[in-house]
Protein backbone atom coordinates (compact mmCIF):
# COMPACT_ATOMS: atom_id res chain seq x y z
CA UNK A 1 0.00 0.00 0.00
CA UNK A 2 1.86 3.24 -0.81
CA UNK A 3 1.10 6.58 0.87
CA UNK A 4 -2.13 8.07 -1.70
CA UNK A 5 -3.93 4.45 -0.86
CA UNK A 6 -3.45 5.10 2.56
CA UNK A 7 -4.71 7.98 2.54
CA UNK A 8 -7.82 7.11 0.75
CA UNK A 9 -8.06 4.09 2.75
CA UNK A 10 -8.23 6.47 5.79
CA UNK A 11 -10.67 9.05 3.94
CA UNK A 12 -13.02 6.54 3.74
CA UNK A 13 -13.24 5.19 7.49
CA UNK A 14 -12.90 8.67 8.58
CA UNK A 15 -16.10 9.02 10.08
CA UNK A 16 -16.83 5.90 11.78
CA UNK A 17 -13.48 6.21 13.17
CA UNK A 18 -14.22 9.41 14.63
CA UNK A 19 -18.16 8.19 15.61
CA UNK A 20 -16.36 5.18 17.52
CA UNK A 21 -13.19 6.91 19.16
CA UNK A 22 -14.14 11.00 19.52
CA UNK A 23 -11.14 13.10 19.48
CA UNK A 24 -11.61 14.61 22.77
CA UNK A 25 -12.52 12.52 26.12
CA UNK A 26 -15.20 13.04 28.81
CA UNK A 27 -14.88 16.61 29.83
CA UNK A 28 -12.54 17.60 27.07
CA UNK A 29 -9.86 15.74 28.82
CA UNK A 30 -6.85 13.64 26.68
CA UNK A 31 -4.34 13.39 29.84
CA UNK A 32 -1.49 11.70 26.83
CA UNK A 33 -3.15 13.55 23.89
CA UNK A 34 -6.00 11.62 21.54
CA UNK A 35 -4.48 9.19 19.18
CA UNK A 36 -4.78 10.10 16.03
CA UNK A 37 -6.95 8.01 13.68
CA UNK A 38 -4.20 7.65 10.70
CA UNK A 39 -1.91 6.08 13.80
CA UNK A 40 -4.56 4.14 14.39
CA UNK A 41 -5.22 3.15 10.75
CA UNK A 42 -1.48 2.67 10.79
CA UNK A 43 -1.37 -0.11 13.64
CA UNK A 44 -4.22 -1.85 12.69
CA UNK A 45 -2.99 -2.71 9.13
CA UNK A 46 0.61 -3.50 10.39
CA UNK A 47 -0.94 -5.78 12.90
CA UNK A 48 -2.65 -7.17 9.63
CA UNK A 49 0.49 -7.91 8.17
CA UNK A 50 2.01 -10.01 10.68
CA UNK A 51 3.01 -7.43 12.96
CA UNK A 52 3.51 -7.69 16.67
CA UNK A 53 1.37 -5.81 19.25
CA UNK A 54 4.71 -5.44 21.63
CA UNK A 55 6.25 -3.94 18.27
CA UNK A 56 3.24 -1.42 17.01
CA UNK A 57 3.69 -0.17 20.92
CA UNK A 58 6.95 0.63 20.43
CA UNK A 59 6.33 2.23 16.89
CA UNK A 60 3.44 4.02 17.01
CA UNK A 61 3.73 5.09 20.74
CA UNK A 62 0.43 3.61 22.51
CA UNK A 63 -0.55 1.40 25.31
CA UNK A 64 -1.54 -2.54 24.72
CA UNK A 65 -5.25 -1.38 24.79
CA UNK A 66 -4.84 1.40 22.35
CA UNK A 67 -3.30 -1.11 19.81
CA UNK A 68 -6.05 -3.29 20.34
CA UNK A 69 -8.74 -0.51 19.94
CA UNK A 70 -7.31 0.58 17.38
CA UNK A 71 -7.26 -3.11 15.53
CA UNK A 72 -10.71 -3.97 16.50
CA UNK A 73 -11.53 0.14 15.60
CA UNK A 74 -10.48 -0.57 12.45
CA UNK A 75 -12.22 -3.88 11.56
CA UNK A 76 -15.77 -2.61 12.90
CA UNK A 77 -14.88 0.21 10.47
CA UNK A 78 -14.34 -1.58 7.49
CA UNK A 79 -17.47 -3.65 8.45
CA UNK A 80 -19.86 -0.86 8.50
CA UNK A 81 -18.23 1.65 5.17
CA UNK A 82 -20.35 0.77 2.66
CA UNK A 83 -17.84 2.00 -0.66
CA UNK A 84 -15.98 -1.00 1.18
CA UNK A 85 -18.53 -3.49 0.25
CA UNK A 86 -16.95 -6.46 -1.82
CA UNK A 87 -20.19 -6.33 -3.97
CA UNK A 88 -23.12 -3.55 -4.88
CA UNK A 89 -25.04 -2.48 -2.02
CA UNK A 90 -23.58 -5.14 0.32
CA UNK A 91 -24.79 -7.57 -1.41
CA UNK A 92 -23.29 -12.01 -0.26
CA UNK A 93 -23.28 -12.65 -4.00
CA UNK A 94 -22.42 -10.78 -7.08
CA UNK A 95 -25.53 -9.81 -9.18
CA UNK A 96 -26.45 -11.62 -12.46
CA UNK A 97 -25.13 -8.67 -14.23
CA UNK A 98 -22.01 -8.44 -12.51
CA UNK A 99 -21.74 -12.60 -13.21
CA UNK A 100 -22.02 -11.67 -17.15
CA UNK A 101 -18.98 -9.40 -16.75
CA UNK A 102 -17.32 -11.76 -14.49
CA UNK A 103 -17.66 -14.75 -16.70
CA UNK A 104 -16.45 -12.28 -20.19
CA UNK A 105 -13.39 -11.67 -17.92
CA UNK A 106 -12.56 -15.52 -16.83
CA UNK A 107 -13.31 -16.08 -20.93
CA UNK A 108 -10.49 -13.98 -21.50
CA UNK A 109 -7.92 -15.32 -19.52
CA UNK A 110 -9.01 -19.09 -20.51
CA UNK A 111 -7.13 -20.91 -23.60
CA UNK A 112 -10.13 -23.09 -23.50
CA UNK A 113 -12.60 -19.93 -24.20
CA UNK A 114 -14.77 -21.09 -20.65
CA UNK A 115 -17.35 -18.53 -20.86
CA UNK A 116 -19.59 -19.42 -18.03
CA UNK A 117 -17.40 -19.33 -15.11
CA UNK A 118 -18.74 -16.41 -12.18
CA UNK A 119 -16.47 -17.13 -9.37
CA UNK A 120 -13.28 -19.43 -8.86
CA UNK A 121 -13.55 -20.34 -4.90
CA UNK A 122 -11.08 -22.11 -2.08
CA UNK A 123 -10.27 -22.76 1.74
CA UNK A 124 -7.14 -20.82 3.47
CA UNK A 125 -6.11 -21.36 6.38
CA UNK A 126 -5.79 -17.82 8.35
CA UNK A 127 -3.34 -18.30 11.17
CA UNK A 128 -4.06 -16.88 14.75
CA UNK A 129 -2.27 -17.73 18.12
CA UNK A 130 -3.61 -20.92 20.05
CA UNK A 131 -7.47 -20.05 21.73
CA UNK A 132 -6.84 -19.90 25.32
CA UNK A 133 -9.65 -22.52 27.12
CA UNK A 134 -12.15 -19.69 28.11
CA UNK A 135 -12.30 -19.06 24.61
CA UNK A 136 -12.92 -21.82 23.71
CA UNK A 137 -15.60 -22.46 26.62
CA UNK A 138 -17.29 -19.32 25.26
CA UNK A 139 -17.20 -20.50 21.53
CA UNK A 140 -18.29 -24.41 22.83
CA UNK A 141 -15.78 -25.31 20.35
CA UNK A 142 -12.07 -27.55 22.12
CA UNK A 143 -9.04 -25.69 20.91
CA UNK A 144 -8.33 -28.87 19.12
CA UNK A 145 -10.47 -28.00 16.78
CA UNK A 146 -8.58 -24.88 15.87
CA UNK A 147 -5.25 -27.01 15.04
CA UNK A 148 -5.07 -27.66 11.05
CA UNK A 149 -2.54 -30.92 11.64
CA UNK A 150 -1.59 -30.48 7.45
CA UNK A 151 -0.07 -27.34 8.43
CA UNK A 152 0.51 -27.75 12.09
CA UNK A 153 -0.97 -23.93 13.01
CA UNK A 154 -3.82 -22.66 14.55
CA UNK A 155 -6.40 -20.85 12.67
CA UNK A 156 -9.42 -20.16 11.21
CA UNK A 157 -10.87 -21.32 7.56
CA UNK A 158 -11.22 -18.75 5.25
CA UNK A 159 -13.08 -18.98 2.12
CA UNK A 160 -13.51 -17.11 -0.53
CA UNK A 161 -14.29 -16.75 -4.09
CA UNK A 162 -13.11 -14.36 -6.75
CA UNK A 163 -13.48 -12.41 -9.85
CA UNK A 164 -11.07 -13.14 -12.78
CA UNK A 165 -9.21 -9.87 -11.87
CA UNK A 166 -8.23 -11.88 -8.57
CA UNK A 167 -11.03 -9.32 -6.31
CA UNK A 168 -13.10 -10.45 -3.19
CA UNK A 169 -16.41 -11.20 -4.52
CA UNK A 170 -17.18 -13.69 -1.49
CA UNK A 171 -16.34 -14.58 1.88
CA UNK A 172 -16.77 -17.11 5.08
CA UNK A 173 -14.97 -17.41 7.99
CA UNK A 174 -17.29 -19.32 10.31
CA UNK A 175 -14.79 -22.64 10.94
CA UNK A 176 -11.83 -23.76 12.61
CA UNK A 177 -9.00 -24.75 10.91
CA UNK A 178 -9.21 -28.38 11.11
CA UNK A 179 -13.00 -28.10 9.33
CA UNK A 180 -12.62 -29.43 6.00
CA UNK A 181 -13.34 -26.60 2.98
CA UNK A 182 -16.64 -28.84 2.17
CA UNK A 183 -17.77 -28.63 5.39
CA UNK A 184 -17.24 -24.59 5.74
CA UNK A 185 -18.62 -23.78 2.20
CA UNK A 186 -21.76 -26.03 2.48
CA UNK A 187 -22.52 -24.61 5.93
CA UNK A 188 -21.76 -21.53 4.82
CA UNK A 189 -25.01 -19.27 4.30
CA UNK A 190 -24.38 -19.16 1.00
CA UNK A 191 -23.81 -23.16 0.32
CA UNK A 192 -27.33 -23.81 2.17
CA UNK A 193 -28.97 -21.19 -0.22
CA UNK A 194 -27.22 -22.84 -3.13
CA UNK A 195 -28.61 -26.36 -2.25
CA UNK A 196 -31.90 -25.07 -1.85
CA UNK A 197 -34.58 -26.47 -5.11
CA UNK A 198 -34.74 -23.43 -7.49
CA UNK A 199 -32.00 -21.30 -5.99
CA UNK A 200 -31.12 -18.82 -8.87
CA UNK A 201 -27.77 -17.16 -7.06
CA UNK A 202 -25.91 -18.30 -9.55
CA UNK A 203 -26.91 -17.25 -13.26
CA UNK A 204 -28.43 -20.29 -14.88
CA UNK A 205 -25.96 -21.70 -17.52
CA UNK A 206 -23.06 -20.24 -14.94
CA UNK A 207 -20.72 -21.54 -12.92
CA UNK A 208 -18.22 -21.50 -9.74
CA UNK A 209 -15.30 -23.53 -10.03
CA UNK A 210 -13.55 -25.44 -7.19
CA UNK A 211 -11.05 -28.08 -6.67
CA UNK A 212 -11.68 -31.39 -5.77
CA UNK A 213 -12.39 -30.48 -2.13
CA UNK A 214 -15.83 -29.80 -3.44
CA UNK A 215 -18.39 -32.18 -5.56
CA UNK A 216 -20.16 -31.43 -9.02
CA UNK A 217 -23.59 -29.46 -8.30
CA UNK A 218 -25.28 -27.89 -11.40
CA UNK A 219 -23.67 -25.21 -9.77
CA UNK A 220 -20.21 -26.08 -9.05
CA UNK A 221 -17.43 -27.64 -11.98
CA UNK A 222 -14.74 -29.42 -10.48
CA UNK A 223 -11.85 -31.52 -12.09
CA UNK A 224 -11.97 -34.79 -13.26
CA UNK A 225 -10.47 -37.20 -10.55
CA UNK A 226 -7.96 -39.89 -10.93
CA UNK A 227 -5.20 -40.74 -12.75
CA UNK A 228 -6.42 -43.24 -15.84
CA UNK A 229 -8.33 -40.94 -17.24
CA UNK A 230 -8.76 -39.39 -21.27
CA UNK A 231 -6.81 -37.49 -23.08
CA UNK A 232 -9.83 -35.06 -23.57
CA UNK A 233 -10.16 -35.51 -19.66
CA UNK A 234 -6.76 -34.18 -18.68
CA UNK A 235 -6.91 -31.53 -21.22
CA UNK A 236 -10.59 -30.34 -19.36
CA UNK A 237 -8.54 -30.49 -16.01
CA UNK A 238 -5.64 -28.32 -17.36
CA UNK A 239 -8.27 -25.74 -18.66
CA UNK A 240 -10.38 -25.51 -15.78
CA UNK A 241 -6.66 -25.46 -13.29
CA UNK A 242 -5.79 -22.67 -15.58
CA UNK A 243 -8.79 -20.28 -14.28
CA UNK A 244 -9.39 -22.11 -11.33
CA UNK A 245 -5.54 -20.91 -10.10
CA UNK A 246 -7.28 -17.10 -10.38
CA UNK A 247 -8.57 -17.95 -6.42
CA UNK A 248 -4.95 -18.87 -5.24
CA UNK A 249 -3.25 -15.87 -6.56
CA UNK A 250 -5.79 -13.86 -4.80
CA UNK A 251 -4.65 -15.85 -1.64
CA UNK A 252 -1.28 -14.93 -2.46
CA UNK A 253 -1.94 -11.08 -2.71
CA UNK A 254 -4.16 -11.19 0.41
CA UNK A 255 -1.15 -12.49 2.28
CA UNK A 256 1.60 -10.52 1.10
Same mark, same amino acid.
Request: charged share 20%; glycine share 6%; hydrophobic share 35%.
Given at each position: ????????????????????????????????????? %?? &???? +??? *?? @??? /????????????????????????????????????????????? %?? &???? +??? *?? @??? /??????????????????????????????????????????????????????????????????????????????????????????????????????????????????????????????????????????????????
Amino acid at each position: MDTDQFHELHAQLLPQREEQFPTKRSRDKTPNGSINT %KL &QLSA +ALR *FA @AGG /SPLDIMLTHGMSRQSVYDSIWGTTDAVNKTKSLDINADGAEFPSH %KE &QEDI +AKG *FK @AMS /SAQFDQIVLAVDGMLVWTVQPTAVDCEVMNVGERQFHCFCKDKFGMNLMAGCDHLCQFCWADVKHPGKASDYLSFATSPLGLKLEQPNSNIVKNGHTIIGDNAWVPRPWMTTPIPGHCITVNDNAYNFYHSQVRITIELMFGIFVY
